[in-house]
């Protein structure tokens, strides 16, 4: 039996063409084996993204992260009993100290990522579901308190600047992903 995050979830990713196979079919595994938060699964578990970025001055927002010491772009963990939904927009009010609303059925992109962080983060494996949100750069105005909880520095790269700074596999696809969709 699934809970209804097991069931958007396998409803999400039949609904997004262009998935990688493999991808697609590591996430149906791990959805039915259920346990998908932090909570319930300290070690493999689901992660929301959000990536703020300027489609016309093809620059995205990212920092470097005082957990991972990675340049990656904000996003967290879902909780026990919560909706991906309400993941994001607690992420987003968390990290930014505002939420934008935003189709919560079209995700941007899935990753799986490979955590290899043992002295500081227990997780093993991330399972990502990314939003990309597009903002003009002077009007997005995240609160410094909050990101300076999660990051050591933080700022708009160009997409070709964040590319050199990225090391980790999920964030460089994200980059990627984000600069094809540009204007």
């Known amino acids: 039996m699934h809970n209804s995050l097991q069931s958007n979830l396998l409803l999400l990713l ?6 990688n196979t493999d991808v697609r079919r590591r996430f149906i595994t791990r959805i039915t ?19 703020a970025y300027d489609p016309k001055k093809r620059q995205v927002f990212m920092g470097k992260h005082i957990k991972s ?5 904000n996003g967290g963990h879902v909780d ?22 935003i189709n919560i059925n079209t995700p941007s992109l899935f990753t799986i990522t490979k955590i ?13 579901i990314w939003y990309f949100i597009p903002f003009k750069k002077d ?5 410094q308190k909050l990101l300076s909880k999660e990051f050591f520095e933080w ?3 160009t997409t070709d600047e964040a590319q050199i700074l990225a090391r980790d596999r999920a964030t460089l696809i994200g980059i ?8």
């Not at 039949?14 to 998935?19: A, G």
């Not at 919560?82 to 009010?93: G, T, W």
């Open 116 to 128: 290899e962080n043992p002295k500081k983060q227990t997780c093993e494996w991330h399972y990502d």
């Open 80 to 101: 026990k009993n919560e909706s991906l939904e309400a993941a994001l927009y607690r992420e987003m009010q968390e990290e930014w100290g505002l939420v934008q609303k």
């Open 69 to 73: 010491g990675l340049w990656l772009f």
């Open 14 to 19: 039949e609904n997004v063409p262009s998935l």
């Open 155 to 157: 700022g708009w790269k």
């Open 139 to 143: 009007l997005f105005h995240p609160i």
């Open 33 to 51: 084996e259920g346990n998908l938060t932090r909570d319930e699964n300290p070690l493999s578990h689901l992660c929301v993204y959000f990536a």
């Open 176 to 183: 990627d992903a984000i600069a094809s969709q540009s204007i």
